[in-house]
T-cell receptor, first 115, second 112 residues
Framework: GESVGLHLPTLSVQEGDNSIINCAYS??????FIWYKQESGKGPQFIID?????DKRQGQRVTVLLNKTVKHLSLQIAATQPGDSAVYFC??????????????FGKGTHLIIQP | GAGVSQSPRYKVAKRGQDVALRCDPI?????LFWYQQALGQGPEFLTY????????KSGLPSDRFFAERPEGSVSTLKIQRTQQEDSAVYLC??????????FGDGTRLSIL
């Protein structure tokens, strides 16, 4: 069925470098996308979201890029810090409102920050 | 409170027992969601409430799973006659209209 998936299960980067986490989705009707960070023993923590009428959105140290042509989403984290170590999930739904429907999650990418 | 609160944080039950998991959403959030997260996987949608109305329960894996939100605030997920495959983390999320879903830290359920 339709799904959201991630290209790499583990990503290791040096502290201070930029990280890029990628995500592919297959549902053409998806119009809302969201990134979460999940630390061990905790629930997913909202990072940033983007709607399909945009192709880029920036937050504090994070940027999300959306390429609807190839159904690809990426999360860029600038100047990674040890506290960025976690599993990152992309998720989507196909209604115009972020709270109007259940999210479909990918499997996650484990980001490891090396000193 | 400031965030979504779930209780208990950990629950151990014997196979065949019934369990009830509680979720206190962020105050004022009309939408409430339940998800199931298996070890090493992303959360999977179970059910969705808008106020007290359960608008989508398509993700509930069997009729042993039941959720309610009688007053449009606190929600309870009940699992009857638990089985080992029910072992997972159960996450609750809430949101305001058009806002992102905010998650609690979940209940880790272990069925022996």
């Amino acid at each position: 069925g339709e799904s959201v998936g991630l290209h790499l299960p583990t990503l290791s980067v040096q502290e201070g470098d930029n990280s890029i986490i990628n995500c592919a989705y297959s549902n053409s009707a998806s119009d809302y996308f969201i990134w979460y960070k999940q630390e061990s023993g905790k629930g997913p923590q909202f990072i940033i979201d983007i709607r399909s009428n945009m192709d880029k959105r920036q937050g504090q140290r994070v940027t999300v890029l959306l390429n609807k042509t190839v159904k690809h989403l990426s999360l860029q984290i600038a100047a990674t810090q040890p506290g960025d170590s976690a599993v990152y999930f992309c998720a989507e739904n196909s209604r115009s409102g972020g709270g109007a429907d259940g999210l479909t999650f990918g499997k996650g990418t484990h980001l490891i920050i090396q000193p | 409170g400031a965030g979504v609160s779930q209780s208990p944080r950990y629950k151990v039950a014997k196979r065949g027992q019934d369990v009830a998991l509680r979720c206190d959403p962020i105050s004022g959030h009309v939408s409430l969601f339940w998800y199931q997260q298996a070890l090493g996987q992303g959360p999977e949608f179970l059910t969705y409430f808008q106020n007290e109305a359960q608008l989508d329960k398509s993700g509930l894996p069997s009729d042993r799973f039941f959720a309610e939100r009688p007053e449009g605030s606190v929600s309870t997920l009940k699992i009857q006659r638990t089985q080992q495959e029910d072992s997972a983390v159960y996450l609750c999320a809430s949101s305001s209209p058009l806002g992102p879903q905010h998650f609690g830290d979940g209940t880790r359920l272990s069925i022996l």
